[in-house]
Nanobody
């Protein structure tokens, strides 16, 4: 069983930065897609950024140019660097790791417990 533990959330002023971390319980990064989702109150969970095992990354339009997803294979950790934060980025952020051969966010994936990001305007 894979366990994902997020950290790095908190309260920040608009225009500021935060870096989220997601540490996995075992090495799954070599062949697994990883991603970050977020869910604001009253909204559906949405995909923010994803990274494939080959290094290809994709971003939601709303965060492109401001957020960067990266992974450290030695530390079994995936990061989400968030710059130029806006109040609309306020949400609970969840890390997701796909089972080998499956896409992220499906029933064949693993979720972290979530970390709160609050951006004050």
């Amino acid at each position: 069983q894979v366990q994902l533990v997020e950290s790095g959330g908190g309260l920040v002023q608009a225009g500021g930065s935060l870096r989220l971390s997601c540490a996995a319980s075992r090495s799954i990064f070599s062949s697994n897609a990883m991603g970050w989702y977020r869910q604001a109150p009253g909204n559906q969970r949405e995909l923010v950024a994803s990274t494939l095992s080959g290094g290809i990354s994709q971003y939601a339009v709303s965060v492109k140019g401001r957020f960067t997803i990266s992974r450290d294979y030695a530390k079994n950790t995936v990061y989400l660097q968030m710059n130029s934060l806006k109040s609309e980025d306020t949400a609970v952020y969840y890390c997701n790791a796909a089972a080998p051969g499956f896409p992220i966010g499906t029933a064949r994936s693993y979720w972290g417990q979530g970390t709160q990001v609050t951006v004050s305007s």
